[in-house]
């Protein structure tokens, strides 16, 4: 039967296109929520853009990153790894970090680039901000974008201005304030080339530089990453479609990011690639709840980035790749970013190489239907890298230690099952009517990390 199912998948659309390779295009936004796009739910902010892209492609609804904060979750989308394994689970990378991205891991670029892609990284990187770990050393031929967040300050992150809800209303009603009280760089390849950044425009530069990207390249296979910086705080957008009431401010900057989507999409359109190009559009983790107004929502998903909840690695997804993925459709099963690599590597009838172990799965045969998944298995960690839960197929459990550093005892752990089949917003904790599945769950993820751990190879480490 597996046979006959695998002729039929080689049998598909998917494959029978022209003998070119497919164009890929990962548009990546930061610290947006599941229910912030009008397609998953949003009854607040308008986005027609992405709206037609689901409407003519597929959402995925069950959709994880694998860290709820940046630097992890970036990690695990471009090698197909839990950010474990590669050694970039510990919470997030700063300018005075010394850590990054190991060259020799293989990411989504090395392996498009060595079957003569053109790769281009246009946006945030925020996987190490030293030579080695840029880009331009992970695979891509170049690189136009901010090396990490844009709330932090170039060199040592110091003399930022005030935080929390408050302090981003101060700083969105003055919009000089992106070059008055911020000092976040903006490189090009590997030279810092604007400090600071104006952050009010750097959405539609990206926009810019990207669509200059596949113009250039429109006759022969390419990959671009779009890594959008917002709407990670502060906000920003530019003074022409600036809504000056706070209180708009995120809306605002979600509308512009689909405004900016909107020009890819048309511009594939109108260079008749949209055929034979693969875009993906999702984000790197929940919405910062803590900043209100300035954050955005998890929908139906409880809390939201920095946590284990769904609401923190549940990401909306859209796939489009008309005449290869069926429009007006949704998968429900479980899957991530983690098998985005090994999916592009089928979708170009390529292997992965063995030498370095992943975490991911190809997910082909989900851009088409939506029968059973071939990942069953979902592993949680922290902000801070812990192992935090499981999920396995609808049950979903959670251990969650004691945050006193000499506290021991197993009674003072919090243990959640939820079967979120039953129960998406993990309201009603089972466990105790569940204790077999709680120990068999939990035993099944220490085993799986145990692997991970034993296996994890080191990130890059500058020399002092």
């Known amino acids: 039967m597996k046979t006959f199912l695998f002729f039929l998948i080689t049998l598909s659309p998917i494959f029978l296109c022209a003998e070119e390779k497919p164009n890929f295009v990962i548009i990546f936004t930061d610290d947006q929520g599941y229910g912030d796009l009008g397609c998953f739910g949003s009854k607040t902010i308008q986005t027609p853009h992405l709206d037609r892209l689901a409407a003519e492609g597929r959402r995925f609804t069950n959709f994880m990153v694998a860290s709820p904060v940046c630097t992890p979750s970036r990690a695990a989308l471009l090698t197909g790894c839990y950010p474990k394994r590669v050694g970039m ?80 209303d101060a700083l969105w009603k003055d919009p000089q304030s992106t070059i008055t009280k911020w000092k976040t760089p903006l490189m090009e390849n590997n030279k810092i080339i604007e400090l600071p950044v104006d952050q009010r425009t750097i959405t539609r530069r990206y926009t810019d530089r990207s669509l200059d990207f596949i113009k250039a390249n429109k006759d022969r296979p390419f990959f671009l990453y779009l890594p959008h910086s917002m709407p990670h705080i502060p906000l920003y957008v530019p003074d022409d479609i600036r809504d000056p009431d706070p209180k708009n401010a995120y809306i605002n900057v979600i509308e512009h990011i689909d405004s900016e989507v909107g020009r890819i999409s048309n511009l594939l359109r109108e260079l008749k690639l949209e055929q034979k190009t693969y875009l ?139 079967n979120l089949k039953k129960d998406l917003g993990e309201k009603n904790n089972i466990a105790d009517q569940n204790t077999k599945l709680v120990s068999s769950l939990r035993k099944r993820m220490e085993q799986l990390d145990d692997e991970i751990s034993k296996n994890a190879r080191a990130p890059f480490e500058k020399k002092s």
Request: aromatic share 8%.
């Open 89 to 168: 689970h510990r919470h997030v990378l700063f300018p005075s970090s010394t850590r990054g991205l190991n060259a020799t891991e293989h990411t989504i670029a090395d392996h498009l680039k060595a079957q003569g892609y053109a790769t281009a990284c246009i946006g945030k990187w925020h996987l190490g901000h030293h030579p080695e770990t840029l880009p331009t050393a992970n695979g891509f031929d170049s690189y136009f974008g901010i090396p990490y967040s844009n709330d932090m300050n170039h060199p040592d992150n110091k003399g930022k201005p005030q935080g929390g809800p408050n302090g981003m």
């Open 280 to 418: 993906i559009f999702t984000t790197d983790n929940g919405p910062w709840l803590p900043f209100k107004h300035h954050g955005g929502s998890a929908g139906p998903l409880r809390d939201g980035k920095g946590t284990t909840f769904e609401g923190g690695q549940r990401v909306p997804c859209i796939m489009w790749a008309p005449g290869r993925i069926p429009k007006a459709t949704t998968c429900d099963q479980l899957c991530g970013t983690i098998d985005l690599l090994p999916t592009i590597a089928e979708l170009t009838r390529t292997s992965l190489p063995n030498q370095n172990k992943i975490d991911g799965t190809s997910i082909t045969y989900l851009l088409e239907h939506n029968d059973q998944s071939p990942r069953n298995e979902f592993l949680y960690y922290t902000s801070q890298g812990n192992l935090e839960g499981i999920r396995q197929g609808d049950y979903k459990l959670l251990i969650k230690k004691p945050r006193q550093r000499n506290q021991q005892k197993k009674s003072s752990e919090q243990v959640m099952l939820f």
